[in-house]
Structures are given as structure tokens and as C-alpha cells.
């Protein structure tokens, strides 16, 4: 078992997403604004994640779009997929894939099933603000790491270039701090002839990476007794 996600009955811990019912929309943010923490944000300083976000390398300009290549067909396809829980771990694995690689983050959008056809996965586009509370989880990452910078669902305005990559499935399994993902990342950008140190925020890179939400073992970075239980 890779332990790469939170089980739902976890939920004295679930403090980052902020999951509330389906009337959110009033959650509002930005990349340029500076949003003050709630006290209460999360149960315990998040002292790890801050450790971890202070001895990440981080590259201004380099963003991370992460998703699961769901959504519409008549769209691009660039949204998290699945149930409630599906999508909450898809988004919190992609805060920690961003980390890994010193990335800002492009939240996704999500998708949900087709109200008849259950096997039609990501028919149907819902903004990420119904499933969760995104004004709350944006001031909580910004509690716990600082440094990452957030932009708003599909936001890639001003980005100079968009990267994408292949779609991995769940067999694939998911990273740790053996796989070097943030080396995958460099590969994938060196493919294309970028090179990070190329990279700034006058000329901005987004990679469009695509995965499951099993993209990464805190079993096996051990992680699971700090920041697994502080994104979660």
C-alpha cells in the first residue's frame, strides 16, 4: 500500500481544503493580494511543511498545472476528476508534487461524473469553489509555506508557455523522495529546450502535467507522522 492519500475517516486532520457544502462561491482570491492566516488554520503549527517550503529551491516563473486530463471533450482537458474525496487528494498531492519541484501552483478545475452514465468520468465542469472552500485552503497554504504562489482555477494568464506531458494512470505509482521528480520536471522542460534557469517571470513556464491522485508515497518519503498529517 502506498499510503499516498488520506483516508476519509481522517477528518479531525483535514485542515488544509477546508471542505464545505455547495454555497462557497464567495470565496475570493488572488495571486497579487496578501491574504492574512486564520489562527485556527491548522490544528498544530505546521512546522514540517514550513521546514520543508524554507529548503526547497524554489524558480520564480515555473508553475505547476496539475490535474488528471478530465473534463469536457469539447474542452481542454485540464480538470481533477472523481468523487468529493477523489478530488480533495488529487489537490492536496499536487500542492506537494508543486513543493517538490519548487513550482508555483495552477489549481485545477474540477469535474463530475455524468449524472446517468457513472462510467462517464469528467463529463461535466464544476468550479473547484463547490467542492471546497478555496479562500480557506489558499490562506492556510500560505500559512504553511510561504513561498509557494497560487493562482486561481486554470489561470495561466500571462504565462509565456505551456508545457504538456503525457497522461500517467495510478499503475504507474506514485513518487517519493528516491524518484527525483523535481529531475523528471527538468527533463520534461529540457525535452523542450527550456532550461530552469532560463526560467523567470518575464519568461514564465507552466508545466500541464497530468497524473492520478496517487502520485505520491508519504509512506515511502517519510513523511506520513508530519507532512502528511499537516496537508491533511
Not at 154 to 160: D, L, S
Not at 183 to 191: A, R, S, T, Y
Not at 208 to 227: H, L, P, R, V
Request: aromatic share 8%; proline share 3%; glycine share 8%.
Amino acid at each position: 500500500r502506498h499510503n499516498c492519500a488520506a483516508s476519509h475517516t481522517h477528518t479531525h486532520t483535514q485542515r488544509l481544503t477546508g471542505i464545505t457544502t455547495f454555497d462557497s462561491h464567495s470565496s475570493s482570491y488572488s495571486t497579487t493580494t496578501t491574504i492574512q492566516p486564520e489562527a485556527n488554520a491548522f490544528l498544530s503549527p505546521p512546522h514540517h511543511t514550513r521546514a520543508l517550503c524554507a529548503s526547497t529551491q524554489w524558480t520564480e516563473g515555473l508553475w505547476f498545472h496539475c490535474h488528471s486530463y478530465c473534463g469536457p471533450e469539447d474542452q481542454e482537458r485540464v480538470s481533477i476528476c472523481g468523487g468529493l474525496n477523489n478530488a480533495r487528494n488529487r489537490l492536496q498531492t499536487c500542492v506537494r508534487l508543486a513543493i517538490e519541484i519548487g513550482a508555483g501552483i495552477v489549481l485545477p478545475a474540477a469535474s463530475q461524473r455524468h449524472p446517468t452514465d457513472v462510467l462517464s468520468l469528467g463529463s461535466i465542469h464544476r468550479d473547484l469553489d463547490e467542492y471546497f472552500d478555496v479562500g480557506f485552503m489558499v490562506k492556510a497554504l500560505r500559512e504553511a509555506c510561504p513561498e509557494l504562489r497560487v493562482r486561481s482555477q486554470g489561470n495561466r494568464t500571462g504565462i509565456a508557455r505551456v508545457i504538456g506531458t503525457e497522461r500517467r494512470t495510478l499503475f504507474a505509482g506514485p513518487y517519493n523522495k528516491e524518484s527525483n521528480f523535481r529531475g523528471i520536471i527538468d527533463q520534461v522542460l529540457e525535452k523542450e529546450g527550456v532550461a530552469r534557469d532560463s526560467i523567470s517571470d518575464a519568461m514564465s513556464v507552466a508545466v500541464s502535467w497530468g497524473d492520478s491522485y496517487c502520485a505520491w508515497s508519504y509512506a515511502a518519503a517519510k513523511e506520513t507522522g508530519n507532512i502528511h498529517k499537516e496537508l491533511f
